[in-house]
């Protein structure tokens, strides 16, 4: 697609958010909220963003050079447990939006970008203390869209957090909520927890952008036959298709291809997050379609030749992983204690780890997401609203007085809550 000479410009001037104006006054990269990301999927039909989890700056450069090169509008994102208080990646909350802005700045980036907080976890009611005042810290660092994930709290607990919550969100910000923890074909979301969430929160003037849904994924990488199940997916998101409301598919690594192109087409999904295959190719690990690691012989990880980090290192942080006793889904946590040491290799080196990721994704964005000329759709949409606010997309249409807080109490009753097996799922 082509834009008019100076629409890039014009874009930066009123495109982006009060926070990012004042921490970057002179930057040229065009950091939007992430409803611009949303809108411009639902625009192009059957497209998703490629929601990069930037666990390392590797993997952030190599996906901005990915997206420049298919003009696709991109989200980079970090997890609350990979980059919050206590996380296990050296890439935070606080300083992803630096670290995007000076790559966009060195690299010419010309593609609008959001900046996610995935994965915001609350666990319990009296968590919300904390929470009132860490969120508005995130947008002070550049964050520009949240997910609050309330989803391992009882379904009107979750709705509850969600409102009380959403006050400490900037009303220009990205939104997305959860139903159903991300745990695979256990407790799986239905419609009827999906359409209690998001009308409860339409009563209360809170218009989610994205809902995430447990619907057949795990995080981290699991090939198996069952992973994304469409059908549920689509049918859920008809059900909530009065609220305009778009889908946000979490754990698409260890799913083919082929099932992330029926999602995108069959479904009402915008947003695909991507996380772990990222970290083993920027390693220079040998991967296949699903994004599992190829195992050796030896039942060890296989490097391909001359890729990724150098072949000292890789020895050094493979000793290390079997050192602690890592299972293969503990190798998240060697991205916090290696991060200094990839990036003290040469140029050179840090050139080709961040190759594998621009490879990897820029065919993932054109053939699998169809993102390609979603870029030039964002810039286009901010110089025709002429603001960094889009504005929801639907307004209320539930009765307010239907969902009080003992209304939502009764309302429960009426709900199957069976939320599956126990266990740590975390991103």
């Known amino acids: 697609m082509s834009l008019k000479r100076g629409a890039f410009e014009a874009a930066l001037e009123i495109g982006r958010p009060p926070n990012i104006k004042s921490l970057f006054p002179n930057s040229k990269a065009l950091i939007v909220s992430g409803k611009y990301i949303d809108r411009a999927m639902r625009t192009k039909s059957g497209s998703m963003a490629v929601a990069v989890n930037g666990r390392s700056y590797f993997i952030i450069r190599g996906a901005l050079l990915a997206a420049n090169a298919t003009d ?17 990646c050296a890439v935070n909350f606080w300083n992803i939006a630096r670290i995007v802005d000076a790559l966009c700045n060195q690299f010419n980036i010309r593609i609008p970008v959001a900046i996610h907080a995935d994965h915001y976890g609350i ?26 994930d309330a989803s391992h709290m009882p379904d009107d ?12 969100i900037p009303d220009w910000a990205g939104f997305e909520t959860e139903i159903g923890e991300i745990k695979g074909k256990t407790g799986l979301s239905t419609v009827q927890e999906a359409k209690f ?18 619907n ?22 008809s059900a909530l298709a009065p609220f305009k409301v778009s889908g946000a598919q979490h754990g698409t690594s260890g799913n083919s291809s082929e099932r992330l192109r029926k999602i995108a087409m069959n479904t009402s999904t915008t947003k695909a997050n991507l996380a772990t295959a990222l970290q083993y190719i920027s390693w220079g690990s040998k991967v296949d379609d699903y994004g599992n690691c190829v195992m050796g012989s030896d039942g060890e990880f296989v490097k391909l030749p001359g890729c990724g980090m150098t072949d000292k290192l890789w020895k050094e942080m493979f000793d290390y992983a079997w050192e602690h006793k890592f299972k293969i889904g503990d190798m998240k946590k060697l991205c916090r204690p290696f991060e200094n040491k990839l990036l003290g290799q040469s140029e050179e080196i840090q050139k080709r780890m961040t190759t ?11 053939d699998v997401c169809n993102s390609s000329g979603t870029g030039s759709l964002v810039i286009e ?17 539930e009765d307010p007085a239907e969902w009080t807080e003992e209304k939502i109490a009764e309302r429960i009753k009426e709900i199957d809550q069976n939320k599956g097996k126990e266990g740590d799922f975390s991103e």
């Open 72 to 88: 696709s509008a991109l989200i980079i994102e970090i997890a609350r447990s990979e980059g919050g208080a206590d996380a296990y």
């Open 123 to 148: 666990k319990h009611m009296n968590q919300f203390q904390a929470a009132s005042i860490e969120i508005p810290t995130l947008f002070d660092a550049g964050i520009s869209s949240i997910a609050i």
């Open 157 to 168: 607990e979750n709705l509850l957090m969600n409102i009380l919550l959403h006050p400490f």
């Open 197 to 214: 969430l998001i009308c409860g929160l339409n009563a209360h003037d809170i218009f989610p952008d994205w809902i995430a849904l447990n």
């Open 216 to 237: 057949g994924t795990t995080h981290g990488i699991e090939k198996g036959s069952e992973g994304i199940q469409v059908d549920l997916t689509a049918k859920i998101h």
């Open 356 to 366: 594998g990721i621009t490879d990897f994704l820029s065919p993932f964005m054109k």
């Open 381 to 397: 949409r901010i110089l025709e609203t002429g603001s960094y606010d889009l504005g929801p997309k639907i307004g209320r249409t």
